[in-house]
């Protein structure tokens, strides 16, 4: 088999107080990266603090009091790049801060950019800009009011929007079907005291991973290792495992009303498959085969023989063993593009699989798995996934578990994939229309 002339692995190479560290060799990019995720459940308590924290932070330290003083530092790194956020697998809640800068070996004068790097970031971190011990009441007002509207603008890309309202209503009830950016009628009540007592919380008690990627040297590992050994931490919180099973189900209809031209059509499923079962990759391969392409049986049937949809796919959430099928469709093909996506589920449980498809399932997947090389974050975010998933596989291992599936794994799958949830986002002056069609 071809080799990926990508990172062979995370390899982890220290832990401590809660703090892990691992590195990332990879010498195809120009640049190197610095990445801090901070690990917490996902829950109604901490969602809406957790994502307006990292934005209240990125305002400014100690050593670069405003935003201006951060960007001026980044362009003397010769352009290094800083962001942080949020982000959810499954039902873990990440924060993360990072920032990408030029490689020393390509720095004309010889710079130590990691280590003037690394000094930004943990500097950021570990040091905000306080106002009497807690931070700003100006930046967090100001902050506030721009994650009440990224919460309020989430409705604004419809396809996305109905993806994630059909996942919510199948983990109704669950730490899923929070949304990763918070609610915004929680904003009102944070206060400068509540958000700087969180900062300290997170700081201090939320397990920490840090990735180190690019041509990173021993020299550069001590400093990380060193530094955050300072760092005070306590009483380490503990992380649960949001996965469940769920069998026997009953479906659920879900009509949500909005101002729309083209219905919106989702299908959440329970695979019933952990992150970390060995029957990830014939999961993985179904789904490819499902929705995962061109070649897929949802755009072959639905879109282009049937003409009923603008777009068709599947994908997973395999950290909380869920598949969504998302459709774009006029209001009045609601029946008919349902029936027809059904029956693709249905004959694949009955093994109507052609090599020819999984043959384009496996190349597409493994173009995709090799195309992540291309980005730096890409990779890190795979080997990330990997820790939070509780695997240990590098891209090549991936590739050839594919590789391996077959037919039958593929249908023994089908048999295990059960409907929870038929989500439809339409016009108002079309509820209850769809279902006389």
Aim: charged residues 30%; proline residues 3%; glycine residues 6%.
């Amino acid at each position: 088999m071809e080799r990926i002339s990508i990172a062979e692995q995370a390899i982890k190479i220290a832990s401590f107080k809660g703090i892990d560290i691992y590195r990332i060799n990879v010498d195809k990019f120009k640049t190197s990266s610095i990445n801090f995720f901070f690990h917490d459940n996902l829950t109604r308590e901490n969602v809406t603090k957790n994502a307006l924290l990292p934005a209240v932070m990125r305002r400014g330290s100690e050593a670069y009091p405003r935003s201006r003083d951060i960007a001026m530092q980044l362009e003397m790194l010769y352009g290094a790049s800083f962001d942080c956020g949020v982000t959810k697998k499954g039902e873990r809640h990440l924060i993360q801060f990072y920032t990408e800068f030029l490689s020393q070996e390509y720095i004309p004068d010889g710079t130590d950019s990691f280590t003037a790097a690394f000094d930004l970031l943990c500097n950021i971190v570990t040091k905000p800009a306080f106002e009497n011990n807690r931070f700003k009441d100006d930046y967090l007002m100001q902050e506030k009011d721009k994650l009440r509207m990224l919460i309020e603008s989430r409705v604004n890309d419809k396809m996305q929007y109905s993806v994630e309202r059909c996942l919510e209503e199948v983990c109704s009830g669950e730490p899923y079907g929070i949304y990763d950016y918070g609610y915004a009628q929680d904003l009102d009540s944070i206060t400068s005291d509540d958000i700087t007592k969180h900062y300290h919380e997170v700081l201090e008690t939320f397990p920490l991973q840090v990735y180190l990627a690019g041509n990173i040297s021993d020299r550069h590992v001590e400093i990380v290792k060193e530094r955050l050994a300072k760092m005070a931490r306590r009483d380490l919180k503990p992380l649960v495992n949001g996965f469940s099973k769920k069998q026997n189900i009953k479906p659920k209809q879900v009509n949500e009303t909005m101002n729309i031209t083209q219905g919106k059509l989702c299908l959440g499923f329970r695979t019933n498959i952990e992150p970390d079962s060995r029957r990830l990759p014939a999961l993985m391969v179904y789904n490819g085969v499902l929705g995962g392409g061109i070649h897929s049986k949802l755009f072959q049937n639905v879109r282009e023989k049937a003409s009923l949809a603008y777009y068709s796919y599947s994908r997973l959430e395999k950290f909380k063993g869920l598949m969504v099928v998302s459709s774009g469709i006029e209001f009045k093909n609601k029946g008919k593009a349902l029936e027809i996506i059904l029956k693709q589920l249905e004959e694949m449980k009955n093994g109507m699989i052609s090599e020819q498809e999984i043959e384009a399932a496996m190349k597409s997947m493994e173009t995709g798995l090799k195309s992540l090389g291309d980005s730096q974050m890409n990779i890190v975010d795979f080997y990330l996934s990997q820790t939070v998933a509780g695997t240990n596989d590098n891209f090549n291992d991936m590739i050839e578990k594919i590789k391996n599936v077959t037919r039958e794994e593929i249908a023994a799958i089908a048999a295990g994939i059960e409907l929870d949830t038929v989500y439809f986002l339409t016009a108002p002056e079309q509820q209850g229309k769809e279902s006389d069609r």
